[in-house]
T-cell receptor, first 112, second 112 residues
Framework: GENVEQHPSTLSVQEGDSAVIKCTYS??????FPWYKQELGKGPQLIID?????GEKKDQRIAVTLNKTAKHFSLHITETQPEDSAVYFC???????????FGKGTTLSVSS | ETGVTQSPTHLIKTRGQQVTLRCSSQ?????VSWYQQALGQGPQFIFQ???????GRGNFPPRFSGLQFPNYSSELNVNALELDDSALYLC???????????FGPGTRLTVT
């Protein structure tokens, strides 16, 4: 079935360092790849997304890259700050385009 | 612009009981999706509603059912509650034809 794998499960960095989270997806029909940030006790917040016809997208300190051939996509956060500490989820659309299939999440800890 | 709201925030039920969770979509959105998020996991798609009809369903049994109302708000009903139903239930709203899904804060359901 449709599957999204996410690595690493935990990531600890020093303030100012970069963080990279990687995902792979199984369904070649997936065409939309969002990233969500979830803080404790809150719902997931959409922080950036990318569509299959684009290879890279950047928004200030965050960027996402997509390799459709390899079915890989990655989140890059530069100049990390303590407030970036949260659980990050990658997702991909299912074949019907109705549902998001999520990875298991990455807990990012940024220490000052 | 009003975001996605959910009620109640927390709920404790006994095994075998029934529960109804509610969601109001973001203004301008006509599609509602429900997800179940177990502790330490990514959200899992339950179903989606558009024009008051189910428009896609994940791998959940029929005791999970839903409704969408003319104002686009939605309910999730779960019958014959089991211990494994304990989770955070998330509602996400979107506009038909657009991929972006915006999540509410969730309802934490505990089944004892």
């Amino acid at each position: 079935g449709e599957n999204v794998e996410q690595h690493p499960s935990t990531l600890s960095v020093q303030e100012g360092d970069s963080a990279v989270i990687k995902c792979t997806y199984s369904d070649s029909a997936s065409n939309y790849f969002p990233w969500y940030k979830q803080e404790l006790g809150k719902g997931p917040q959409l922080i950036i997304d990318i569509r299959s016809n684009v290879g890279e997208k950047k928004d200030q300190r965050i960027a996402v890259t997509l390799n459709k051939t390899a079915k890989h996509f990655s989140l890059h956060i530069t100049e990390t700050q303590p407030e970036d500490s949260a659980v990050y989820f990658c997702a991909a659309t299912n074949q019907a385009g109705t549902a998001l299939i999520f990875g298991k999440g990455t807990t990012l800890s940024v220490s000052s | 612009e009003t975001g996605v709201t959910q009620s109640p925030t927390h709920l404790i039920k006994t095994r075998g009981q029934q529960v109804t969770l509610r969601c109001s979509s973001q203004s301008g959105h006509n599609t509602v999706s429900w997800y179940q998020q177990a502790l330490g996991q990514g959200p899992q798609f339950i179903f989606q509603y558009y024009r008051e009809e189910e428009n896609g369903r994940g791998n959940f049994p029929p005791r999970f059912s839903g409704l969408q109302f003319p104002n686009y708000s939605s309910e999730l009903n779960v019958n014959a509650l089991e211990l494994d139903d304990s989770a955070l239930y998330l509602c996400a709203s979107s506009f038909r034809g657009q991929n972006e899904q915006y999540f509410g804060p969730g309802t934490r359901l505990t089944v004892t």
